[in-house]
């Protein structure tokens, strides 16, 4: 299943300035850049659930922050399909 969200100017850009920053969750936000069409971020049910997590169960941080209101949106995207 595909989940579906439209991003702000500002997650967009979290997006992608968390690329450059390095680290470990590089390949979750290149996952996420691959997937952005426009405004439209579109990936499966697992990347979606992948993003949620990290953004919950790995404290605060500067990439929890970008995640947060897009691992929200994706959150209730995933609630309103099960």
Do not use: H, P
Not at 47 to 53: E, P, S, V
Not at 57 to 81: F, P, R
Request: with cysteine; proline share 0%; glycine share 8%.
């Amino acid at each position: 299943m595909l989940v579906s969200i439209t991003l702000t100017d500002d997650e967009i850009a979290a997006i992608r300035a968390q690329q450059k920053e390095g680290g470990g969750f590089q390949s979750l936000f290149r996952k996420l850049e691959d997937n952005l069409t426009d405004r439209q971020l579109t990936i499966d049910e697992r990347t979606a659930t992948r993003t949620i997590r990290y953004c919950e169960d790995y404290g605060e941080g500067g990439w929890q922050s970008a995640l947060q209101s897009i691992a929200a949106k994706l959150k209730a995207a995933v609630q309103g399909t099960t």
